[in-house]
């Protein structure tokens, strides 16, 4: 079975800071995916960023990256620049290439401070 | 392009009924969608994974019996809640799989049983 731990319940920043959210995760796959998704109030879940597990090249979308650790199989997300809009809960996320299952973490409530 | 609807969005009823909850993948064709179960400030739990024209495969601890999952088209996936009780409220996320390994999420419908 797959684990997905996120050790951080809650994280509060500063508008225009930088904020971290670590992930580490459990496989014995070699082959697989990692996301990371955002659930505003709303409560729509939306993907922030993808990650191949067969790319080294750590994934970036505008203000979000990743740094992917496979061998230490940590998967962190990097806020940079927070927005008010960012705040949400974050989930990282791992899928197997067999079944497309999504294993989630517990989430990251994030709270951008004005 | 990629959106997935839910029907309805909020649904009350009293303990005893039944109520189907409706999942559209709007603008593609998806063999396979997920059905999830949310509690509030906690993760998402996988429910099952139905695929279109064959029978539903339900995670562990998962009452079949309880939650009818139907998938009878390559758009539209639903979810019967048998003769609820109030602890099956809660709120009920599906997604549709999509291309090569992203899930699509529906808007969430939340469930209340009085």
């Known amino acids: 079975a797959q684990t997905v731990t996120q050790s951080q319940p809650e994280m509060s920043v500063q508008e225009a800071e930088t904020v971290t959210l670590s992930c580490t995760y459990d496989t014995s796959e070699s082959n697989y995916y990692l996301f990371w998704y955002k659930q505003p109030p709303s409560r729509q879940m939306i993907l922030v960023i993808r990650q191949e597990a067969y790319k080294q090249q750590n994934a970036t979308e505008n203000r979000f990256s990743v740094n992917f650790q496979k061998a230490a199989k940590s998967f962190s997300l990097k806020i940079s620049d927070s927005q008010l809009g960012d705040t949400a809960m974050y989930f990282c996320?791992?899928?197997?290439?067999?079944?497309?299952?999504?294993?989630f973490g517990a989430g990251t409530t994030v709270t951008v401070r004005a | 392009g990629a959106v997935v609807s839910q029907h309805p969005s909020r649904v009350i009823c009293k303990s005893g009924t039944s109520v189907k909850i409706e999942c559209r993948s709007l603008?593609?064709?998806?063999?396979?969608m997920f059905w999830y179960r949310q509690f509030p400030k906690q993760s998402l739990m996988l429910m099952a994974t139905?695929?279109?024209?064959?029978?539903?495969?339900?995670e562990q601890g998962v009452e079949k019996d309880k939650f009818l999952i139907n998938h009878a088209s390559l758009t539209l996936s639903t979810l019967t809640v048998t003769s609820a009780h109030p602890e099956d409220s809660s709120f009920y996320i599906c997604?549709?799989?999509?291309?090569?390994?992203?899930?699509?999420f529906g808007p969430g419908t939340r469930l209340t049983v009085t």
């Open positions: 997604s549709a799989r999509g291309q090569p390994y992203e899930q699509y």
């Open positions: 139905s695929n279109e024209g064959s029978k539903a495969t339900y």
């Open positions: 603008d593609f064709q998806a063999t396979t």
């Open positions: 996320a791992f899928i197997r290439q067999n079944d497309y299952k999504l294993s």
